[in-house]
């Protein structure tokens, strides 16, 4: 009795506030503390709880579970929603360096003076006030690994930010999470070299043996002590295994080339795109690659002609670790929304928790933040994203974001 | 594939499934689906019956007499809604006009599209069943644009669509804003490219004025001129001009030249549309409008919203939506109609939307759009709600024809894509058509 009246002190709260369209006062409220409930809450790591409740506190989750077992703090704002699931996790992108103006100004993700050019940061590119940031935060995205394009041997380095902050420091938590790698086409050029899919692993290969090599002299340290390089420090990285390389390869004997180099070098790698990793499942499984898959919605042409539906949940079915991405617009539309892509894997293979997990849970995985965010676990960062409806039908809305505990998004989309 | 060919390799072929219902075939009844009309409320559980590529009859269970020869296929659960008619599209990889100029009404994109192109396989699978195939937005007028049925062909002639006097249906592509903008002879500002089209319909009313006082007189008929010839079809109304156009300001231009040569116009993408719904109202201009997943790219459409399809219903325009394939992909393309639910169009206009009303921007809605007796029997066949992202195509039917079918390999493969999904389609070895 003492549970129901509670709750009903809450929602009676929530339906005024409702009425009146504002929150409560912040006089009113136990300003850390945030309740979210959902008539389905989807964890991404158990069974889905019906008339689930999440508590906040200071940025984080301090509970969640069944409305019934789970102690609501008094005096605190509460949402309401027919869903609730982990903040969404893009887990490749360029949002926030390739901006929606679409001009030479505010495109920052290929720089292309150079085939390889590991030494490009993304924190000293991103914009955390880009319009598109805001964009996919208003469907639910929480976390963003973003930063250089395909399109270069080596393009640059990525980063891991919340899809809010003013600066990059409010936004960024992981500043450097990745080296951008392209094996393919993608890696050719016109002009200038490399103008072959052989020339280009010819230069990546040639570029590691060189890393390796100043690797060995910088830990041998006195004589033979290499001036610092700023290229070979960040390849050195990767060679280490401090970093993966994420290599983006759609081609089967493409993807065949990325697992030679991995071999050769015993990197820890991470496969971006992989139209056809279908036909290597054996292989990325025997090597452990987690895949990063292109958006389902991709356009079937050039690389990715025979791009399939079901890539996704083929992955999952093999025991691959498979997580979906925006990925790179050059034109319209700018930038893809994962929620809309985790639906099409929904209809094409995956079941709702499958789908589900690659945007949240598998995503953080495999870019090593599951520690924090991913998942609505006690301990973790208070992402959440709320739903009227199924999130991945078409005509349900976006009704709520929280990040870190914070409410960004309250605008039905 | 002829139909005659067709019904010869059926027949050397057996045993297959029964896939036509063309003339000579007997007639053709799916029972038990939900039928969803467009140009009438829902049958919960429908008859439809094909006869000679056409409908026959529709109706709930019970109230459609069955012809006693009629094969019958049990489609219960299952829902059939007209074929999808998508009125912009650039499958088939078409190029119009080239960097000449930035006006080509002479260029005619029939010419330029190849109907093996994986992309129009893709099409059938997404239930699309009619679509207008154009040039680029490059230009300010790139060239005619062709309306296709999507029939099992392996010649362009074997999808054109023709009037009773043989004529070939479609319209003239033309756009404005930043697209066409470029170095010389191309425009450089807005206002030059609106003074170039004046020109150039200008010397088409001079043509068309010259032809009228020559009578027919050979020693006074001005030599033929083939983009003259096209942009005074445009001028009498007898091709439409379907109009690439984004920004607030140059949607109110179209409707400026619209008014001024008289030419019928469809406004296409319409990004800033709902921003001046009443003037495009007022102006019945009908709209084909474009849902895509953020805004940007350009300029111009940075304003772009899944909102566009409802402001404009609200308002009383026309709308139809379009895949602009490939910007968005064919077997997606009740996506767009669903999106616009979601903010706000209502259900019976966004269906609408890519059924009968984008076939009345084609003129073709008196043969399609609706499942009604005596239009052609294109049909989709889904596995459940139209709007929803659970549902699949399972058959694409044109002309009492099977197109697509989900439940072949072949089929699958052009749904799903997969390896060698990209290829192109090889002409017909054996077996009926079954690629």
């Known amino acids: ?413 | 594939m002829s139909p005659l060919a067709l019904l010869g390799a059926l027949l050397a072929c057996v045993p297959l499934p029964r896939d036509d219902a063309q003339e000579g075939g007997a007639p053709l009844a799916f029972v038990g689906a939900r039928l969803v009309p467009i140009a009438g409320p829902d049958i919960e559980r429908g008859v439809l019956l094909v006869r000679g590529g056409k409908i026959a009859a529709i109706g709930a269970a019970g109230e459609v007499e069955l012809p006693a020869d009629a094969e019958v296929r049990d489609v219960t659960g299952k829902t059939i809604m007209p074929g999808l008619v998508c009125t912009h599209s650039h499958i088939g990889q078409p190029a119009g006009a080239d960097r000449s100029a930035p006006i080509q009404p002479e260029v005619r994109v029939l010419d330029a599209i190849d109907v093996r192109d994986a992309s129009i396989q893709r099409a059938q699978a997404g239930g699309l069943t009619c679509v207008n195939v154009m040039p680029g937005s490059g230009h300010l007028l790139s060239g005619q644009t062709v309306y296709l049925k999507l029939r099992d062909a392996d010649t362009i002639e074997e999808l054109l669509i023709r009037d009773a006097a043989g004529r070939i249906a479609g319209g003239i592509k033309m756009a404005n804003g930043t697209n066409s903008r470029r170095d010389p002879p191309f425009p450089g500002t807005r206002a030059k490219s609106a003074a170039l089209v004046r020109a150039q319909f200008v010397a088409a009313q001079t043509y068309r004025d010259k032809l009228a006082r020559a009578a027919g007189d050979p020693e006074k008929v001005p030599p033929r001129d083939l983009g003259l010839e096209a942009l005074v079809e445009v001028l009498e109304g007898r091709r439409v001009v379907h109009h690439h156009t984004h920004r607030h300001d140059d949607i109110l231009t179209v409707l400026r030249l619209s008014e001024e040569f008289g030419f019928r116009v469809v406004l296409h993408h319409v990004s800033d549309g709902w921003k001046v719904a009443g003037e495009i109202a007022a102006a019945r201009a009908p709209c084909s409008v474009i849902v895509i997943d953020s805004p940007g790219g350009k300029e111009e459409a940075l304003d772009v919203d899944f909102k566009t399809g409802g402001v404009l219903e609200r308002a009383g325009v026309s709308v139809s939506f379009h895949t602009d394939d490939y910007i968005t992909d064919s077997r997606l393309f009740l996506r767009s109609p669903a999106l616009a639910v979601r903010a706000g169009m209502s259900r019976a206009a966004a269906l609408a939307a890519v059924t009968l009303e984008a076939a009345r921007q084609l003129e073709l809605d008196a043969r399609i759009g609706s499942l009604e007796v005596g239009k052609d029997a294109d049909l989709a066949i889904l596995d459940g709600d139209p709007l929803s992202v659970y549902t699949l195509v399972l058959e694409t039917w044109v002309e009492g024809v099977r197109v697509f079918d989900f439940a072949s390999p072949e089929g699958r493969l052009r749904a799903l894509g997969g390896d060698g999904a990209g290829d192109p389609v090889l002409a017909d070895l054996c077996c009926g058509g079954e690629r």
């Open chain 1, 1 to 413: 009795m003492k549970g129901l009246a509670r709750l009903a002190a809450v929602f009676g709260g929530f339906l005024a506030c409702a009425a009146s369209g504002r929150f409560p006062s912040a006089a009113a409220q136990d300003a850390g503390v945030l309740v979210v409930r959902g008539r389905t809450v989807h964890t991404a790591v158990g069974a889905p709880i019906e008339d689930g409740i999440v508590v906040c506190r200071d940025g984080k989750i301090a509970a969640v579970g069944p409305a019934a077992t789970v102690e609501v703090p008094g005096g605190a704002m509460v949402l309401e929603a027919a869903v609730v699931t982990p903040g969404l996790i893009d887990a490749h992108s360029v949002v926030g360096l390739s901006g929606r103006l679409n001009q030479p100004h505010d495109q920052d993700q290929l720089e292309r003076s150079a085939p390889v050019q590991p030494e490009l940061r993304a924190v000293d590119a991103y914009d955390p006030r880009e319009a598109l940031v805001a964009w996919v935060r208003s469907f639910g995205v929480t976390t963003i690994h973003t930063g250089h394009a395909p399109g270069a041997v080596i393009s640059g380095q990525t980063l891991v930010a919340k899809t809010t902050g003013e600066t990059v420091d409010e936004a960024v938590f992981v500043p450097f999470a990745m080296v951008a790698a392209t094996i393919g086409e993608g890696a050719t050029q016109d002009e200038e070299p490399p103008g072959t899919r052989a020339k280009a692993v010819a230069l990546l290969r040639q570029e590691l043996v060189r890393a390796k090599e100043y690797a060995t002299g910088r830990d041998a340290g006195g004589e033979k002590q290499p001036d610092r390089d700023l290229r070979l420090e960040t390849l050195a990285a990767v060679l280490a295994g401090e970093r993966p390389l994420l290599v983006t390869a759609h081609r089967a004997h493409d993807i065949a080339a990325a697992l030679r180099v991995r071999e050769e070098f015993g990197l820890r790698m991470v496969l971006d795109g992989g139209a056809e990793a279908y036909l290597m499942l054996d292989e990325l499984r025997a090597a452990g690659i987690p895949v990063i898959v292109h958006p389902t919605m991709a356009r079937a042409g050039g690389e990715t002609k025979n791009l399939g539906m079901e890539t996704p949940h083929l992955l999952q079915e093999a025991g691959l670790l498979a997580a979906l991405q925006s990925g790179y617009e050059s034109y319209v539309p700018k930038t893809r929304v994962v929620l809309f892509e985790a639906a099409i894997a929904a209809r094409y293979g995956c079941t709702f928790a499958d789908a589900l997990r690659l945007v949240t849970i598998d995503a953080a995985r495999i870019l090593g933040i599951d520690a924090r965010v991913g998942s609505l676990e006690v301990g973790k960062d208070a992402d959440l994203a709320l739903y009227d409806g199924d999130p991945f039908e078409y005509t349900t809305h976006c009704t709520g974001v929280v990040i870190e505990g914070e409410v960004v998004s309250r605008e039905a989309r």
